[in-house]
């Protein structure tokens, strides 16, 4: 019978199988796999990227060749409180894809949770916060109005961004509805339903407020003060805030108690 290859070939296949295949020779030639160690960190992230770890274990011994696929758990957590689910896991920096073992001296295995708060009536959806949106809706006025939702929770698309379904403005009796303002665009929508303002793409979390006014009263002058967050943000956890005021008829207007502020400034 002819080899395929010769026989100097066939033994330096063989040493590089040795090489490929972790192991060590026992005293009596039987062969086994090398020892190894590994420590698995877990790392919870919240909405905005700041992470907290859990190291366990720390250092256990193990055998070269062990699948990594046992190791370390996937399933929904909770930590500190929150609620987290699976994202990623990596072995020495390298994303795990499946079949990946342990190699031959020490291993780290990073497993990446993401925060999972948001959702219907502020329960856990099974989706990322980091990939979902909030929009706000609120009244102006209480007394004058009110809107047929508080809040929902949109899933970016792939572009990152998501479109609200939007809220519908009531005028209480004896008030009408005026419009729409949006603290992202800082836009206006006349529309009670928000016909316009539902169907643009927003990249954060935005708050839509419904003004309102007695009914046949007069229009009055306002205008839009726009605020800017700098190395950091409002309550709201957005960079920009917008207030609407009015403006008298000197054209002055009142930002806050004891602030009057002129219309150049």
Known sequence: MVLPFSIPTWRWVKKLQQFLTP?????DGTVTPDECTYTVVYHYVDRDGNEETET???DRPSTAGTPVSGLYNT?????????????RAELNNVE???GETLQAGHNSIDVYYDIDELGPDDEPDGTPDKDQIVFTYVSADHAMGFVSLEKEVVTRDRTGMASPT????????????????????HRTDTDAGMESLAGLPYDEDTTFTAYFRKAGEEPV??????????????????TTYTAIVEV??????????????????
């Open 166 to 185: 939007g809220a519908v403005a009531t005028a209480e009796e004896g008030c009408e509805f005026v419009e729409w303002t949006d603290d992202y665009y």
């Open 248 to 265: 008298n008829a000197d054209g002055k207007y009142r930002l806050a108690e004891g602030d009057i502020f002129g219309g150049n400034t």
């Open 56 to 58: 366990d274990p720390k």
């Open 221 to 238: 002058n306002t205008i839009s003060v726009i605020f800017l967050a700098e190395n950091g943000t409002f309550s709201n956890r957005q």
């Open 23 to 27: 192991q060590k020779t026992t005293t």
């Open 75 to 87: 399933d929904r957590t909770s930590y500190n409180g929150s609620t987290y689910i699976f994202d």
């Open 96 to 98: 795990i894809i499946g």
